[in-house]
């Protein structure tokens, strides 16, 4: 999860997350260099005694001030569309969840071969145990297996809701009446946090998600359990 | 549909871990937040891969450049746009490199990950590609090009469509030989 005045990404927990990171520095990079440019130029024209009030065109560096830009965006461009082509992937998911925005809360449903269905709802401040996070904490988390394919159903009952978690690199907006799909590969074990991203309300702040990964073996125990005390 | 009443006696798959290994979850681990510098602001060159050497090769550009050409030519001015002019062209081209570089090494440790847990699971089974199945006389058993025998990230006998690259030359017969070595046993 951040860290408190956390400027950056949170570490990325899936393979999509991990290029979003790597694309954000390459852009990064690039941003920088052009700020030192203009920085430079600023500081060049401030100090310079030359003075010409005579200048009317210059082909020379329109050319260089329309090519060069036109060049950075290429280079920006180009992996960002790889990237947005490469979210759109979703092959063969092993598991589907779907993921219900209510007022103030989400549900879960697991219903791929039995059906596990379960709401989750914020862990109130005064609820919380030591060492838990507060608003971000909720009572049931969903639980998927790591290295699996996750394709995840997203809608809602009644507002406007977005289902969002930075560290697998998703956000997903939950619209009544449609559904939305999104899928991630959870690359290592953990807890993701996420808050809902679309205004739905008093309590749109209210309403976290948990997503906990863990290795196969003690999901098909987590999901045993649910399944027998439904 | 479970209500949130009949699951509140229900443990979280975390207390299920925790109750099932030796860990104490419950201990906060030491807080490591600390601030990390940022050029202007905006880069952190602590934490970007390629960004420390690269904005190091491009002051080492800006000074070589800026500092010969006022050696040929005495004009200060000019030598300090001609030293940013190396600076940014030199720190372009670094990172630039450096990311290429990395990209190719975040490919073999994804081939690499994903062998060891193929040997994890097909090593001793019918699968296991270090294991030599019978094979007719003149049969083809290797690949003429990048893998030079079945390697774990592909399990399973020879099958000619493994062999996906041929080499184009030795450097990059050095570099395939590298990323196998660990591997390919």
């Not at chain 1, 082909?59 to 490469?86: G, M």
């Not at chain 2, 207390?15 to 906060?28: A, G, L, P, Q, V």
């Not at chain 2, 007719?136 to 990048?146: F, N």
């Amino acid at each position: 999860m951040a860290h408190p005045s956390q400027l950056g990404f949170q570490d990325a927990a899936s393979p999509v997350m991990e290029e979003l990171l790597h694309f954000h520095d390459h852009a990064l990079m690039i941003v920088f260099l052009i700020s030192t440019l203009v920085l430079y130029i600023i500081v060049a024209m401030v100090s310079t005694k030359l003075t010409n009030m005579y200048i009317l065109d210059s082909q020379e560096i329109e050319i260089i001030w329309t090519v060069l830009p036109a060049i950075i965006l290429i280079l920006i461009a180009l992996p960002s569309l790889r990237i947005l082509y490469l979210m759109d992937e979703i092959n063969n998911p092993h598991l589907s969840v779907k993921a219900i925005g209510h007022q103030w809360y989400w549900s879960y449903e697991y219903t791929d071969y039995q059906e596990i269905a379960f709401d989750s709802y914020m862990i109130p401040t005064q609820d919380l145990a030591p060492g838990q996070f507060r608003l971000l904490e909720v009572d049931h988390r969903m639980v998927v297996p790591t290295e699996a394919p996750v394709r995840v159903l997203v809608t809602a009952e009644d507002v406007l809701h977005s289902w969002a978690v930075p560290a697998l690199g998703v956000k997903m907006d939950a619209v009544p009446g449609r559904l939305n799909q999104t899928a991630f590969i959870a690359s290592r074990p953990g807890v993701f946090y996420g808050q809902c991203s679309e205004i739905c309300g008093a309590n749109h702040s209210f309403m976290p998600i948990v997503v906990e990964a863990v290795p196969l073996m003690y999901f098909q125990d987590w999901s045993t359990l649910m399944l027998e005390d439904a | 549909m479970l209500s949130k009443h009949e699951l509140a006696t229900k443990s979280n798959i975390c207390t299920f871990i925790s109750e099932h290994s030796d860990n104490d979850m419950s201990e906060e681990q030491p807080d490591t937040d600390k601030k990390t510098f940022r050029l202007l602001g905006i880069l952190d060159v602590e934490n970007v891969p390629c960004a420390r050497e690269s904005l190091l090769f491009g002051a080492g550009g800006a000074l070589a450049a800026g500092l010969l050409h006022f050696l040929v030519t005495s004009r200060v001015r000019r030598s300090y746009d001609v030293g940013f002019a190396g600076f940014f062209v030199t720190t372009l081209g670094s990172w630039f490199y450096c990311r290429i570089n990395n990209a190719k090494l975040r490919v073999q440790e994804r081939v690499i990950q994903h062998g060891l847990r193929n040997k994890v699971v097909y090593q001793g089974t019918s699968l296991d590609p270090t294991q030599k199945p019978p094979t007719e006389p003149g049969a083809e058993t290797r690949c003429p090009g990048l893998l030079t025998q079945p390697c774990w990230s592909f399990p399973g006998p020879f099958r000619p469509d493994m062999c996906l690259f041929n080499y184009e030359s030795e450097e990059q017969k050095d570099f395939t030989d590298d990323m196998d070595s660990g591997l390919c046993v």
